[in-house]
């Protein structure tokens, strides 16, 4: 089955720039949409189809997706983006279903 | 706005079965299909599966094949999701979430305990 990777955590000080990675197998022809989920929330959408920000959604958060790894990139990280964070594809690989990332944790210090 | 309502906590014995709903309103109930995503206490989230419910089409994660059911209601805009042969590691919020991905129901608690 099609695995996702993510790293497990993140932590930054307020101001610097988050990268989170997540590795599968040629992802880059996938469509990836990332979520954050801050403690005792319902996940958010806050990029989908690789790069495409819905409304409402602050410009810091950029998505890319190429080869084998796609990026959530968090500019300017702020307390309030520390969250975890998921990646998620439409795996149609080995068969057709959705298949989520294992999560990274960011801390912002 | 996109609203979905999702039935309360459930606490359940090992080996029973539970359904949850999922009350849909703000956009049309066929236009979309409703997926079911599961979160065990502390971890990440996992897809169950989909229903289309305009013709009813299901398709499940391996991992729930044969112990879950997703249905619709189209007189209601209501989707429903059962899973039985409750075991302890079923402890879980489970939310609907249409396949744009934007909006979330609440979640539901289910609790498997003896």
């Known amino acids: 089955s099609y695995v996702l990777t993510q790293p497990p955590s993140v932590s930054l000080a307020p101001g610097q720039t988050a990268r989170i990675t997540c590795g599968g197998d040629d992802i880059g022809h996938k469509s990836v949409n990332w979520f954050q989920q801050r403690s005792g929330q319902t996940p958010v959408l806050v990029v989908h189809?690789?790069?495409d920000r819905p409304s409402g959604i602050p410009e810091r958060f950029s998505g890319t997706n190429f080869g084998n790894t796609a990026t959530l990139t968090i500019t300017r990280v702020e307390a309030g983006d520390e969250a975890d964070y998921f990646c998620q594809v439409w795996d149609t690989t080995s068969d057709r279903r959705y298949v989520f990332g294992t999560g990274t944790k960011v801390t912002v210090l | 706005d996109v609203q979905l309502i999702q039935s309360g906590a459930e606490v359940q014995r090992p080996g029973a079965t539970v359904k949850i709903s999922c009350k849909v309103s703000g956009y049309t109930f066929t236009d979309d299909y409703m997926n079911w995503v599961k979160q065990a206490p502390g971890k990440g989230l996992q897809w169950m599966g989909l229903i289309d419910p305009e013709d009813g089409v299901t398709k499940y994660a391996d991992e729930f094949q044969g112990r879950v059911a997703i249905t619709a209601d189209t007189s209601t805009d209501t989707v429903y999701m059962e899973l039985s042969s409750l075991r302890s590691d079923d402890t879980a919020i489970y939310y609907c979430v249409p396949d744009s991905w934007s909006d979330w129901g609440q979640g539901t608690l289910v609790t498997v305990s003896s």
């Open positions: 189809a690789d790069s």
